[in-house]
């Protein structure tokens, strides 16, 4: 891969997060916008008549706490997954993971009418995000992060640190959530799995 292309890709991931930014500054500036029909709906009727919302309910966040953790996330760990497979990849695994769990959600309010509750909506950038931290540590966990002087911690102690933030501020307790979050750490571990297994059998020497 050549520097501008390299370069490329990194500021793919720059505008993903400022793109994030922005969508929450809007409606603070345009009062009229309605962020309501961005978000995802569980009923699916609202889905069929909203059907962006299934890629569109990630750039929507009711609270900066949730959005300066999913985009910290982000970046922290999107940077190290780019260094590894690519800028590209990481971005195209960061929007199947959305659709994914979208459909999940959708799903699980359908066979799980009582448990996963009514009415509803999914909106957020971290099940997303979620992929792509799972994803990074199964590559690279043992990775360490110096965080003051001598001071770090591992990428999986991280990964589990931002995992616990997000269970206080945006874990919803019901089984659509539970699902949600499954899927997206499954989608990572999947993901993580065959980028490590493909270097693997890259660097081991061929054998008679």
């Known amino acids: 891969m050549n ?5 490329q890709l990194k500021v793919g991931l720059q505008l993903l997060i400022l793109l994030h930014f922005i969508v929450f500054i809007l409606p603070l ?18 889905v069929i008549s909203q059907w962006w919302s299934v ?16 985009m910290g996330a ?4 999107g940077s190290m997954l780019q260094k590894r ?25 359908l066979i799980f009418p009582t448990f996963a509750g009514r009415n509803h909506l999914m909106e957020g950038a971290f099940i997303s995000v979620l992929a792509i931290m799972t994803a990074t540590v199964a590559i690279c966990g043992s990775k360490q992060i ?3 002087g001598s001071f ?21 307790h019901n089984i659509a959530c539970v699902l949600t979050y499954s899927s997206s750490i499954f989608i990572g571990i999947m993901y993580g799995d065959r980028v490590r297994n493909k270097f693997s059998s890259i660097q081991s020497p061929l054998t008679t």
């Open 55 to 70: 890629v569109t309910h990630q750039f929507v966040h009711t609270g900066i706490d949730e959005l300066i953790l999913s």
């Open 146 to 148: 110096h965080i003051v």
């Open 152 to 172: 770090s911690v591992s990428l999986w102690q991280l990964y589990f640190a931002v995992l616990a933030i997000s269970f206080i501020s945006i874990y919803q």
């Open 29 to 46: 500036l345009i009062t009229t916008q309605d962020m309501s029909r961005y978000v995802l709906s569980s009923n699916l009727e609202g």
């Open 74 to 77: 982000l970046w922290l760990f």
């Open 3 to 7: 520097t501008a292309k390299t370069a």
């Open 85 to 109: 497979i690519g800028g590209r990849r990481v971005l195209k695994l960061y929007f199947i993971s959305a659709i994914i769990s979208s459909a999940v959600f959708i799903l699980a309010h």
